[in-house]
């Protein structure tokens, strides 16, 4: 089903604004060209016909993009369908509340993209990544207990929203786990790790660009709001970032990369007629 209405007054504005363009060249043009009477109902026709094929055109376009910029607050920010492993500059991952490395489908599903990132580039060797998460400088307040009696995983819990820089990778806990391992956030703790997440990308991006996932679209539940999309996850995330303290400094930026499985379910033309996108 298109995500745009065939009548969309966003279409139909942006349409009449082309063919102001079109009129007014087309005006200038027949001042110094003469068009014979029998040519005139056969042009006329072309005419419409191309205009008609213009629309359908400029509908299907908007219904179906992929990719686009905003500008937020004097930052780019891009919105695209692809692969966040393949952008360059940093990649932000989401990790648990513990930095879990297990993939073993209970813990961390290898269907998640943290489980695609450990199995992708530590599959034989997560001790390495577990040392470096261990011996990570952490800010005051990051870590927040040792939680021994956890069966499963580390023991080590952190504030959601802190961050470890690992290579050009942003690793950050984000997900809450319940006592069945089940990753979940209450509304408030969701903009809490958008905030916090922020805040911290600021002070560690060194000027590069940054890519981030829509945080929540996997399998972390959202407390309260099973059924939010992830369209308005996204919007929450570029509000999240408006009134926040960062501020990408040209030319580096922001993408927001949306898997290709998801895209059908957003409608980038409505994020990018509101202002700042939300």
């Known amino acids: 089903m298109p995500k745009v209405g ?15 363009a079109i009129s007014t060249a087309l005006s200038l043009f027949l001042i110094f060209v003469d068009i014979p009477d029998g040519a005139k109902i056969l042009l006329g026709v072309i005419f419409v016909l191309g205009l008609v094929i213009g629309y359908i055109t400029l509908w299907v376009h908007s219904s179906t993009l992929e990719n686009i ?6 930052s780019t920010v891009t919105i695209k369908t692809g692969d966040i492993f393949k952008e360059s500059g940093f990649k932000a991952i989401a990790f648990n509340e513990y930095f879990d490395t297990l993939v073993d489908n209970k813990v961390i599903s290898d269907e998640s993209l943290n489980g695609i990132f450990i199995n992708k580039f530590f599959s034989s060797s997560v001790q390495v990544l577990d040392d470096h998460i ?9 870590v927040v207990c040792d939680n021994v009696e956890r069966k499963y995983g580390k023991s ?13 990778y942003i690793l950050a806990a984000f997900s809450k786990f319940d006592d069945s391992n089940r990753a979940m956030l209450t509304m408030p703790e969701f903009l809490e790790f958008l905030i916090k997440f ?4 600021n ?10 996932p829509i945080f929540g679209s996997g399998i972390t539940r959202i407390k309260e709001h099973r059924n939010i999309s992830d369209e308005e996850l996204l919007k929450i995330m570029l509000w999240t970032f408006r ?8 030319p580096a930026k922001l993408t927001i990369v949306i898997h290709e499985s998801k895209i059908n379910q957003i409608n980038l033309l409505d994020i990018k007629s509101a202002k700042n996108g939300i």
């Open 243 to 250: 009134i926040s303290e960062m501020r990408f400094k040209y």
């Open 156 to 168: 080590r819990r952190y504030s959601i929203g802190t961050v470890c820089v690992y290579g050009e």
């Open 198 to 201: 922020w805040d911290k990308v």
């Open 203 to 212: 002070k560690v991006y060194a000027q590069k660009n940054v890519s981030v």
């Open 69 to 74: 910029d905003l500008d937020i607050e004097g």
């Open 134 to 142: 261990s011996s990570y400088n952490f800010e005051e307040g990051d």
């Open 6 to 20: 065939f009548f969309d007054r966003r279409v139909i504005r942006q349409f009449l604004e082309y063919i102001s």
